[in-house]
Every structure is written in C-alpha cells, then in structure tokens.
C-alpha cells in the first residue's frame, strides 16, 4: 500500500476536526498518514504539531496544555506552538534537535483545516467561498452537520462526489430514485473544479423532497429536479440539488425560489491510503430555524452517506486484494475522467517539487 | 502465504453452500481464494459468477437479482448467468469489457456445488455417487447435516480424514475411546480412492454408539467395531463406522444388519489457503424419521468435528509461524502419505496443463 | 520486525509463570518469540518443552501429563521431562526424530524460570539475591505481586526502569509528584548492574507514602525520599524507595528506621519483539503480615504500572510505524545510555558465540 502514499495532494487545506472538539484537551488525529495533535493553548492560539516528543516519541496528545505550550506526559518536555522545545525538566535550556514539526491551521465553517504540505504555500484564499454559510446566524440558511469515517481510498471517494447516475441505485431511501436511471449526466470543468450534473424532468419526486414538501408528497406529483454536483480539487464536494414544480424554467430565478433546495458540502480528508475522513454540512432553504428539521437531516444525511460508505468499503477491499485491476469505462464516468486527470495533474506538480 | 495458493486442485466439485441458502437473495461465498456470488435467477436456474462488477469492482452479492439477471447496487449493470452485461443504464449496448466470469454449477444432496477449474472439464459423473442419499426420503436412512469453517489449510483436514487413529485421543468423548490405542490401521488405494480402516474387536463401545443402542449401554458390554476411512481426491471424504456384537462374523452382511451404523460424508472446500469449509452429512441406519435424533445427531457432530477443528486450527497457526516445519511420519501415516502422493500427482498435473 | 529477534539476550533466567500456575494442567507460553509448554510430572518434576510434537506440530500444552511424560493430544506421542519421546501408539519404539527441544528450569521467589540460552551454560547463581525475600515468612518484610503484559519492546520497559525522572510527570496518583521535577538524576553501573537515583530533599509526600503512613499525610509535612533504581542486565529490576522525616541523614541505617520502604522488583521477560511480560513483586517494611494492605499494595501497583504501560504502548506503536525514529537525548537518559551499551555488549557477545 505504500506507493499509494504518494497519491496524496499534500498543498491543500485539510478538515481534521469540528471547532468544538478542540477545546481544554490536546486532540489527535491522523491526516495523510500522519499523526497531528491539535491543541488551544491558554490564551486561546490553534496549533498544529506533530503527535510525538522529539524524546522518546511519547504522543504529545496524552499531555497536558501549559500556558501556550503542550507538555510531553512521559518526562515533561514543553513544546510551543511553532513546535519549539521551551523546558527539559532536570536541565537548563533544551538540545538542538528538541523540535516537532508544525502545520498551518486555519479554523472556518466551524472546521479546523491544517495544511499538510509546504507551509509557505498556505494560503487561506485556497480554501472554498460559503457565501450562503455566512447567511445562517440570520436565518438565511438551515444549517445541519455530520462526520463519517470512511474505510476507503479518498479517490473513491471523490469520484462518488462527481457522479450523479449513482444516487439512483444506491440512494433510493433518500436522495435518488429509478425515475432518472436512465438520463445523461454533463460533465465539465473550470479553473480546478469538476461539475456534472442534469436536470430529471417530469418525474417522481425523491423521497427526501417529499419529506419535507408537503404539496410534493401527493400521489401523482411531478417535479422538474436538478442535481449539480461539483468538486474542486483535490477534495472539497458540493452537491447543489432542488425540486420546482414541473414545467417551469430552468433558470437561477426559479431555482432560488424552489421550495426544495439544499447545498450539501462535504471536505474529504485522506486518512491514510485506505481510509477517509468525511466532514460535512448541508444548507438547506426551508425551515431555517427549525431543530427538529436539522436532528432529522443529520440523521437522513448519515443514513444516505453510509449507503455510499458501505458499498465503496466494499470496493476498497477489493482493490486491496487484487491492486492491479483496471475499471471499465461506462458513459457516466465522464465527470471521473476529468477530475482524475486534474488531481493527477497536482500530484504531478508536487511530486516535480519534491524531487528540486 | 502466496504459494500455497498454487495447492488447490481446481479441477472438481466443491461445495459452496446449502441448496436452501440459495434463494431470493445473492450468496457470496469464497472458495478457492475466489470471491464468488451465487444467485437463482427468477426462472429458477443457478448461476455462480465471480463477485465483482467489471466497472467499479462492487460486489454483484450486494445488489438484486431482476429477471434471469444480478444488479450492480452501484450503477445498475445488469449481467446474466452466463457473465455477459446485458444492461448499462444511461447508454446504449454495453463496453466490450463488461464480463464478469461465470463457473459450471451442479446441485446434489442438498448442496450447491461450483466447478472452480476449467469450465470444459467440468462432469457431473466426477462427483462422488451416493446410493443411500436416495433412500432418505422413503426412510432407509435418517439424515442430518452440519457445517463449520476450520482455520486451517485443507490438506491438513484431509489428513485428519483418512487417520482413523486420532479418534481414541482427540475424540474420547464422542466417536473414540482408548481401546483402539494401539490397534493398527490398513490403508490402501484404488481409483483415486484412498482407504484406512481397522476393526476393533471385543472392546467397550464409545460414547455415541452407547447413547443409541440401548443393549450397547449396559455395563460390560463389548462389541466388534469398525472404522473406515474413505477419501476420493482432493477433498471428499467418507468414513464408515459401526458397531455390532462381539464375535459375529466382519461380512458386509453382519455390518448392513448391525444395530448401528452411519455413513458420514464431509465435502472439504478450500476457502483460501488457511481456512476450510466443511460441509457434511451423515446417513444413519437407524431411528430414521425421528428427529430428535436427527437434531442431537447434528449436536454430536458439530462437537466432534470441533475437536477436530481446535487442534488443527492450532496446527496451522503453528506452520503458519515456522513455514519450514518437517513432520516426523509414524506408523498410522500411512493413509496420509499415499493421500498427499495423490494429491500431489493432481496438483502437478494441473500445473503442467497450466503451462502448456 | 524480525530484526528485531536478534536483539534478545538468550543466555538468561526469564521468569515465565507463578509457580502456582504450573499445576495439574500443562501451562503454555511464549518466550522470547518461541513457544513452551511447562509442565509438572506426578512425582512434581518441573519441566519445560518446545510446545510442538514432532509429529504432526500440534501443540503438547493442549494434552495430558500423564506419569512423568506429556501425551500429545492428536496421536498420544508421550515426552518425557527430556523431550525424548518414550511412546507411539500403534507401533514399537519411537522414531529418530521423536525429540524435543526442552529448557533448563529453575523455580524460586514463587516463580518459574526459564533459562532460553545454550543448556550448558545455565547457572542458577546467575539469578538475582534476594535476601529479604527469605524474611518475609517470618514477617520481617510484606510482600505483594502482579504480571502485566505490555504491548512493548522490552528495552524500552528497561530504560523505563533505570529513569527515576519520568516518576515526576507519569505517576503523579501514585508513587510521584511534582517536587520531584528538576531533582537531577545520578547514573552508575558496577559488574553488571546500572544503578540510577536520587534523594528528594524536603518535599511533601507523594500520594502512596501518604497513603500509608498516618504522620506522612498531615498537612504541610515534609520528608526526605530516595528513588535508587536498579537494573541487572539484562531484565532485571529493582526500586528501592523510601521516605524519612526531613533533615535525618541520608545514611543506610536512617533508611533501615524509615517508616516506609519498599523494595519493588521487576521481572521482564520478552514475549516477542513488541510484547513483555512483566512479572513483579514488592517488598515493604511496614504492616508485614497485613492482608488488606497487600491487596491494596497489588491494587496501586498495578495502577502505577498501567501508567507506564499505556506510555510504552503508544510508544511501541509509534516505532512500528517509524521503524528508523533516533531519540534525541536529554540529561536524565544517563542511565539509560549505560543500561543500553550493556546490553550492547551482551548482545554482541552472544553473536559472536553463534558465529563460531
């Protein structure tokens, strides 16, 4: 598995934990293949380091916090944000090679996001735009959240976020139903993000749609639905979806004023080479406010990611028994094709970097 | 542990599961190192095709089975029995590419068999015949069946098949006893037939045949007792015991009129290279509609064969740390050697056609 | 890993069991990356065997002792203390190869010892002197035991055992605190033995000292302690630990009057390359005959090596997966950079032995 290592984009902002789970204890987490820790010191400074003591290799994460600095728990060695040793308990001063490496943090969206490759390229304009997320405190936008821990490759992963056709076969308990197996998906691509997507005309609403819009659940409903999803490379996903009465047209007005729309985003974090970190939010345009619409979406949007995760846990399995084995290409993997040339293209450009 | 792959013997019926496991639902299974999905079309025909859509590698065994065809759960490809794609939806016609490969498959004795080797070798007349499997139904003989997986390589357990000795230490409890410490054992082969057997005479009956046979419980009783131990290569395996009173004389007369026999078969399947399934049943001549007897039969069983399985899965946990072991060969190996002599002629055959 | 292997110290007594554990069942172990059978003959001869027969490889610990052999539970093979085979069902004599290999044994402080180096040069003076082990069935000390298995390299439980230092930061509930921090660390070494510790001079008390002795707990009280570690190459280890009203002087017959001492040894034994077992016992001068008191010394013991445990854990697990990580050292490692050239030499020694 370790060539598959390489396949990381390392010069990208990465979600490893929800702002919330940071707070009077160090947090460890693993994101491509390394183990961080993440801790607010006293006066309240994110940092990001390595997870082990330049000592002995303890976990700096079983420690304790000490003004701004973390404290190893094995001999007591305190290491600033910048991951500078500042004590050795027993001596005066800390030897040379007493450092662990930092990273580049940035908290947004209720997420903390490090950056894993070189910390002179962190740039926080890299990181997606939410104009809508800004609209939640006032009731512009409901807001609802989940995390999952996929056991899959995040290029899986990452082609399931750009391709529509699936959610008719595996999502048909939420998001996706038979009415639009067979109509084609259009792909395209600019400035790093891949969209694909298609409008289903005339047809049964889905099961979520007709959850929640109460004229959309009578018998013989018929709506004109679309699904755009898009990816910006490496692994940020959003997923723009509504439902308007059939017939009317398909313009950025009419969608605005759908009764039904939700941007789903989704921040895939590469475990390891076979495993992922699924953070996500959904912004929906209908009852803003309401609680107990939010607690049903977390619950609706973790049931519909492990009908993914399920499946592509499967898929990952078998990868890792037979690692040489070439897909067969169909039509609707138009939207893949496209982003697996562009994330190659970045590894590409890493791995040139690496070898300077 | 690659190599032993190379040990299976493809070339013959193996058992993958109960007729009744095949039903409205897909049956994975893994047989050989192969991944494998059993499904009964809606016309009712049996089809075994390895487990894996040619697109994106998901199981076929996690999707629907729709008319004579298996549904891909990830983008509804539709293959027949035969492994051809007989739908993509979203385009027209299917890839060159999209084949899964499909195995002969053969019913018998309540057990769906796979042919894992080269399909146009594949004759039902390979498959052992049993003439009291036909009586059953009419009441000649009860029938109860079991099955276990066993941790352990299938040469080991087919050893184990033709080594009546083991009974009087591992099976004190059920089908031995220490009488036949010491009483030596024949072998011999005919047809690809390996035989081991031994009539102990005048001794204590054991436990199994005790629990049944009323007279054979009373204290001080002694009876004339056979073991024969067949195996037809690679891995089916019969083994004929009974019991009768001391002093009459060993004809196939004596034995068919004795108050207690059974006939128990085991269809050893590889599943990979440590690990067995071991499918079974046992004719019995006696109590045989009543199915009490039937269900302890079964209890007995299970709890023979898992001595058997707790000291070969220990076996092999051994051979798996020091791969080099040589065994040193006693006098009761004589079935044993003439088995792994003929499996080993199989086994060089196959490789040999392989090359060609 | 299995580098890792030639890092043993063969030519040692490695404690394996309690003596209570070596009853009327034959007791399985693993030393050294081999595996044992220990077992007591009728007439109470203790013996130690590879726990494989030569046969088949079944493990002998799964079989019966019976007279002063051990019967192989497949085929009732029978080994005596010597690992000759003197028995083999169904046939006369035993063939040439029917051995094997058995371990000097050694029992002593109500352990069993295991001497896995060459046979010839087992020594049982080469075990460690315990003089005040022998008073305590008159009551001249109190004892108290525990085993532990850590998931861990035994050099880094060693090292563990010669740095009184990390008692400041790991075990601030039990046997350190914080006074303790900067107190610098003296390291010696004396035919064969390292030896590091410390006095801690008019500190408060650390919680076990509180724990029990009455005038120790009082508010505001102070006292002397002393932290001497010892350790015999190559795994065992001995803490002589005490505390005495500040300002006395810090001589052996102030120690011999001090209210609390406790002489704590440890017995490491490596499993594997990245598994230990650690057998203890502790010695204290005070409540000698007190059952309570052993109960709750077993209770904290056991607490105060799970801190290390978990520790060493992590840190085992972080050498795994960095197998090239080099520690950089800080002045409290003294001990441990003598403790490992010693080792170092031993090592060697033994090398050279085998290439001869």
């Known amino acids: 598995m370790a060539s598959l290592h390489s396949d990381f984009v390392s010069n990208a902002w990465y979600a490893a934990a929800s702002s919330s789970e940071v707070a009077d204890r160090p947090l460890p987490c693993t994101l491509l293949a390394q ?24 976990p700096l994460s079983m420690g304790d916090i000490q003004g701004e600095t973390i404290v190893c728990p094995y001999h007591g060695m305190a290491y600033d944000g910048t991951g500078r040793c500042q004590r050795v308990p027993g001596q005066n001063g800390a030897p040379a090679g007493a450092v662990v490496q930092s990273f580049p943090v940035l908290e947004r969206f209720g997420l903390v996001f490090v950056w894993m490759g070189k910390a002179e390229l962190a740039d926080p304009a890299a990181l997606v735009d939410i104009d809508q997320y800004a609209a939640v405190a006032a009731g512009g936008w409901g807001l609802s959240r989940g995390y999952s821990l996929f056991k899959a490759n995040w290029l899986n992963i990452a082609d399931n976020l750009v391709d529509p056709a699936h959610t008719s076969f595996v999502h048909q308990r939420t998001i996706g139903n038979t009415a639009a197996e067979d109509v084609a998906v259009s792909a395209s691509e600019s400035q790093g993000v891949v969209t694909c997507g298609r409008w289903i005309e005339g047809a049964a609403p889905v099961p979520i749609v007709k959850r929640f819009v109460e004229r959309f659940s009578r018998p013989g409903c018929l709506v004109d639905r679309w699904q755009f999803y898009h990816l910006k490379a490496p692994a940020t996903s959003w997923v723009d979806f509504g439902a308007m009465d059939a017939g009317l047209a398909h313009t950025p007005q009419e969608q605005a004023a759908a009764p039904y729309r939700v941007l789903s985003y989704a921040f895939l974090t590469p475990r390891d080479a076979s495993s992922t970190h699924y953070f996500s939010f959904q912004l929906r345009n209908f009852a803003t406010r309401d609680a107990a619409v939010t607690a049903e979406f977390e619950q609706l949007y973790k049931a519909t990611f ?3 995760r399920v499946l592509l846990e499967a898929i990952q399995r078998e990868e890792d028994r037979h690692p040489g084995l070439r897909p067969v290409r169909i039509a609707s993997d138009a939207g893949v094709a496209r982003l697996r040339r562009l994330i190659g293209t ?5 791995s040139e970097a690496a070898e300077k």
Chains 1, 2, 3 share one sequence.
């Open 35 to 58: 183990r961080i820790v993440l801790y607010r010191s006293q006066s309240g400074r994110l940092a990001a380091l390595r997870d082990r003591c330049a000592h002995r290799f303890a």
């Open 306 to 308: 492990d009908e993914d």
């Open 346 to 350: 970045l590894q590409q450009k890493e």
